[in-house]
Nanobody
Framework: QVQLVESGGGLAQPGGSLRVSCVASDYTFRHYAMSWYRQAPGKDRELVAVRNEFEGSIYYIPSVRGRFTMAINMANLTMSLQMNDLKSEDTAVYYC??????????WGKGTLVTVSS
């Protein structure tokens, strides 16, 4: 069974930084397509970044490109999203997702990021 556990959310000021993390198994990181999503209050959940599990390349949505960095550390089995130059519109619950080859999605419970002065 795929288990994803996020952590690291909190409060940051505009222009500040936060890192959110997602712990999963070695098998999950090697065989599933990993991504970060977020859901802002009153809005639909949206993709933030996704890693191509075959090439290792990472796609970022335009609004976070250059500010956010997704990485997977296989030594400690942690996927991170480093968020710099945070804006109020980055306020959301951040989720990690693992997609199986059969299209089944597994989600963590999410971690709240609030950007406010």
């Amino acid at each position: 069974q795929v288990q994803l556990v996020e952590s690291g959310g909190g409060l940051a000021q505009p222009g500040g930084s936060l890192r959110v993390s997602c712990v999963a198994s070695d098998y999950t990181f090697r065989h599933y397509a990993m991504s970060w999503y977020r859901q802002a209050p009153g809005k639909d959940r949206e993709l933030v970044a996704v890693r191509n599990e075959f090439e290792g390349s990472i796609y970022y949505i335009p609004s976070v490109r250059g500010r956010f960095t997704m990485a997977i550390n296989m030594a400690n089995l942690t996927m991170s999203l480093q968020m710099n130059d945070l804006k109020s519109e980055d306020t959301a619950v951040y989720y990690c997702k693992a997609r199986a080859s059969n299209g089944m999605d597994y989600w963590g419970k999410g971690t709240l990021v609030t950007v406010s002065s």
